[in-house]
């Protein structure tokens, strides 16, 4: 899998290269299997090893160092299982790979088994493939509605907010309250954990500080902000999409009121599935392709939405904008005729392929035995 992961997918303009990592979780649970219970559980070995193996904020270096501190502590230079998870640290351990996109922190292979999770209720084993796709629709129809539920939770109910920040308020606009809630915990450590140390004067409109976090032991975070953008030393929105604590007091400094818009992910907002359309059910080989078409819709919709939402109430405004999406749509009917809405006999065509025309006889199955089944 290492070896297949970045072959199959590979980086592009849009898309960085695709790393295969360990799961860390696995490896936790592992130690006690390994070590045995005594040192695990009847010392402060397990508390050591999570500060540094959990945290993300520490150097490369000062885990290697920290690592090599807690062995010769606890006597455990020569165990080899211990050596062979140091030596591929750079496939687990989050200070390896913070400045790498995580995508919704996939560290670990909870979504793959809860997904197994979810559908083993629904599922039995020894199912004809007609009993298993009623199950699987009744699966489908649960999670659909459970969306639906979240949807109307988060549109109709308003968060409570907690500060007196304007940033605060247009972020409970934009993002659903799963994320705002991530959000509020950044936003009051920016508030009270976070001393500056030294703030330069702006430059092009780019304001640096050094700032200090109070929880943090000699830890100093660089944060460059403007109006509309932020560099940061702690990679937090790189790896996690969440906008940092060290960025929000940046952005406090120096009176930002709008959450910049180019630390808006689309797949945290509230709007992020308007962007589904037909196009994420055309069946096709192209997988990095159907991908790339998948996220510039999303964009295309973000884009209309926030249109939408300036016109507000103007109906003059309003009617310019359907105009104009009216002329689009003129203009793709005209076109080479790939941007038309297929047709439900077009679209099974495309699924299943050209239809026979003569008579298809279908005889029977042979009955085989299958493991757990019988001779059903």
Not at 208 to 234: N, P
Not at 308 to 326: C, F, I, Q, W, Y
Not at 355 to 363: I, N, Y
């Amino acid at each position: 899998m290492r070896a297949a992961v970045p072959e199959v997918f590979k980086g592009t303009n849009e898309y960085p290269t695709t790393k295969h990592h360990l799961c860390m979780w696995h490896i936790m649970q592992k130690f006690h299997v390994k070590l045995g219970n005594r040192i695990c559980k009847e010392t402060d070995f397990m508390e050591k090893m999570k500060k540094l193996i959990w945290s993300s904020i520490i150097e490369p270096d000062e885990f290697e160092s920290g690592w090599l501190s807690v062995m010769k502590e606890f006597k455990l230079e020569g165990n080899k299982w211990l050596e062979k998870m140091y030596s591929v640290r750079k496939s687990w351990i989050p200070t390896y790979f913070r400045g790498e996109p995580m995508f919704g922190l996939m560290r670990t292979t909870s979504r793959s088994e809860s997904e197994n999770f979810f559908f083993s209720q629904f599922h039995r084993q020894g199912s004809t493939l007609c009993e298993f796709w009623l199950r699987f629709e009744s699966a489908m129809d649960k999670q659909r509605n459970e969306t639906r539920r979240l949807n109307h939770e988060s549109n109709s109910s308003l968060p409570i907010i907690i500060s007196e920040w304007f940033i605060e308020d247009d972020a409970a606009d934009l993002f659903t309250s799963a994320i705002l809630y991530k959000l509020q915990d950044e936003i009051v450590s920016s508030c009270l954990n976070m001393q500056i140390k030294k703030m330069s004067e702006e430059i092009d409109g780019v304001t640096c500080l050094e700032i200090r976090d109070v929880k943090v032991k000699d830890k100093i975070f660089k944060v460059s902000v403007s109006y509309d953008h932020a560099v940061y030393s702690c990679n937090k929105f790189v790896m996690c999409g969440i906008v940092c604590r060290h960025t929000f007091c940046g952005l406090k400094q120096i009176g930002v009121v709008k959450f910049p818009r180019s630390m808006v992910l689309n797949r945290w907002m509230k709007i992020a599935e308007s962007g589904s359309s037909s196009v994420s059910f055309v069946v096709s080989e192209d997988h990095l392709k159907m991908q790339k078409v998948a996220v510039k819709v999303s964009h295309i919709w973000f884009d209309f939405r926030k249109v939408v939402n300036k016109a507000g109430t103007d109906l003059d405004k309003l009617d310019h904008v359907h105009g104009v999406v009216r002329q689009l749509s003129t203009y793709i009917d005209v076109g080479d005729g790939n941007g038309g809405v297929m047709s439900k006999a077009e679209f099974m065509a495309s699924v299943l392929g050209q239809q026979p025309t003569e008579e298809v006889k279908v005889k029977v199955p042979n009955m085989c035995k299958n493991k757990g089944s019988g001779l059903k």
